[in-house]
């Protein structure tokens, strides 16, 4: 029979982080299988995988969003959201950094070649362009780039005057993912402003130099408050500037913001069977070891909402009536969402009986 003993408490063992990053996908998004076909080395950290769907049809999508990657690595599936680095309507292809010591991304730059199959969920994502026609700011840093391209390029395509400026800090020359992809939008557009700013340029360099602070940022995006201001990149860089531009009398509807969320760290999972009650349909459904809400869930047929399953979308957000979870870090919830009891089934396990608003 299923039982509550407990009241209600969640376990959450992160310190303060970023709210939610990605709007909802279309209900439904089902995996879809595809082909790499092409392969294209951005620098020597970053790849571009080109994509075919293998049923043929392409996938509509915004500029500025991502998809969800399912890899089969080591007999496990497992799932990163990456942004598209296409304008819409020019294909299908993503840009993946390798990451020192990552798991999916040392796979994907390692093991991937043409002819390689996964599956793809998606579209998702809410870091999307203006449609109107005033100015437009851009701040990337590293590979905050990605969907900012694919941003600038629609941008362009539609209305090649835009007043547009792009500030992208990165280490390096060698470094800046999409180099001569920028010069030739800049050659073409009179109206794209590209400025490059290192941190650590060698001899020669003509640009901008250093690391970006309050008054930098400032002075290279200004704050125009009838601009759109997009961020991408690290964390503390689209802090930083946030900070700058809110300071500066910037309305937060013109902020836009896409941050990049680590891969979740390995949490305790519960090693004892433990029983979920689905309020909604009324359904007790039993969570074996190791699985995630969302994977007992789906299991039993639970129609449940889900995209990134990395907790990263929060699209499989549910609030916790009574009994207790664990929740692996980093995610996307925010301190207001944790306070009100919601947790994401993709990244949380019952570590009791559990009840849950689903």
Known sequence: MFALGRPRRILVPRETGPSKRWGNPEPGHAPRPVRV??????????????????????????????FTHCFEIDGQVVRRAYSLSVPEGGGLACTIKLIPGGWVSSHVHEALQVGSRYRLIGPTGDFLLDEGTGPLRFL??????????????????????????????????????????LRELARRHLSLDVVHVLSQPQDGWPGQRGRLDSQRI???????????????????????????????????ARIRQERFLA?????ARPSEPQEILFKQSGRVVTQRPGESILEAGLREGLPLPFS????????????????????????????????????LACSAYATGPLSVAA
Do not use: W
Request: proline share 7%; charged share 20%; glycine share 10%.
């Open 37 to 66: 076909s092409e392969l294209r080395r951005e620098t020597a950290d970053a790849v571009t995988l080109v994509l075919e769907p293998e049923d043929g049809v392409m996938p509509a999508f915004r500029a500025g969003q991502y």
């Open 263 to 267: 891969a979740p760290k390995a949490q």
């Open 218 to 252: 400032r002075g290279l995006l200004g704050a125009d408050p009838a601009t759109t201001f997009y961020l991408c990149g690290p964390a503390g860089l689209m802090q930083l500037a946030a900070e700058a531009l809110h300071a500066a009398g910037v309305p937060a």
């Open 308 to 343: 990134c399953m990395v907790g990263g979308c929060a699209h499989c957000k549910l609030q916790v009536l009574e009994g207790e979870v664990a929740l692996s870090e980093p995610n996307c919830l925010s301190p207001e969402e944790r306070a009100a009891g919601f947790t």
């Open 140 to 181: 990337a840093g590293g590979s905050g780039i990605t969907p900012v391209i694919s941003l600038i390029e629609t941008a362009l395509e539609r209305n090649p005057q835009r007043d547009i400026r792009l500030v992208y800090a990165s280490r390096r020359e060698a470094d800046i993912v999409f180099d001569q992809r």
